[in-house]
């Protein structure tokens, strides 16, 4: 399984940015995909999953209303729309994934990790 992150960058607060996780190496059916976020100094923590099949979405309770998880299963892509964002959003964001279709919210949960994609949000 690979996994590649992008759509990272500088915005200001208040701005949007839409990450891309491209997944390959198998079919993802009955996976679930997440969304990590690591700052520096600190623990990498949850911030979205979805079931590969769309039909469940979890978030932290840190970007719920500001950020949407999505997929897209013919370009085997899934989608972190981030909007409203805040200089606290600031960090590495990973894209995981996992077999099984339930909630995952730990990093320990998920076997496969992409590199990352550096998000920076300026005040």
């Known amino acids: 399984v690979q996994l590649q992150a992008s759509g990272g960058g500088l915005v200001q607060a208040g701005g949007s940015l839409r990450l891309s996780c491209a997944a390959s190496g198998r079919t993802f059916n009955g996976y679930t995909m997440g969304w990590f976020r690591q700052a520096p100094g600190k623990e990498r923590t949850f911030v979205a999953s979805?079931?590969?099949?769309?039909?469940?979405?979890n978030y932290a309770d840190s970007v719920k209303g500001r950020f949407t998880i999505s997929g897209d299963n013919a370009k085997n892509t899934v989608y972190l729309q981030m909007n409203s964002l805040k200089p606290e959003d600031t960090a590495v964001y990973y894209c995981a994934a996992r077999p099984g279709s339930s909630r995952y919210f730990n990093s320990y949960e998920y076997a496969y990790w992409g590199q990352g994609t550096q998000v920076t949000v300026s005040s």
């Open positions: 979805i079931t590969w099949s769309g039909a469940s979405t």
